[in-house]
Nanobody
């Protein structure tokens, strides 16, 4: 069973950077693809980025391309989301989620069967 814990959120100014971490104690983690989603108050949950189990494949939303980078270190059971040039519209609760299909970078949250509790990112303009 994969369990996920996010960390690294906080309050920053526009243009700053943050690195989110998604850590797990589950032994099956290295076989799962992982994605980051976010949800702002009053808005739908939004796909941010995903990475395959090997780390060889990634995808990201157009809104974050060129600013956010997803990566993973399987030996540390951790997936990262490096966020640069943050904007006020990036303010949201950020969640990581695991998909047992390690080859997938789907944007559909229905395929991710394990979710973390979330970490808040607030960007002041």
């Amino acid at each position: 069973q994969v369990q996920l814990v996010e960390s690294g959120g906080g309050l920053v100014q526009a243009g700053d950077s943050l690195r989110l971490s998604c850590a797990t104690s589950g032994r099956a983690f290295s076989s799962h693809s992982v994605a980051w989603f976010r949800q702002a108050p009053g808005k739908e949950r939004e796909f941010v980025a995903a990475i395959t189990s090997s780390g060889g494949g990634t995808s990201s939303a157009d809104s974050v391309k060129g600013r956010f980078t997803i990566s993973r270190v399987n030996s540390k059971n951790t997936v990262y989301l490096q966020m640069n040039s943050l904007k006020a519209e990036d303010t949201a609760e950020y969640y990581c989620a695991a998909n047992p299909n390690g080859y997938s970078t789907t944007t559909n949250p229905a395929y991710y069967n394990t979710w973390g509790q979330g970490t808040q990112v607030t960007v002041s303009s």
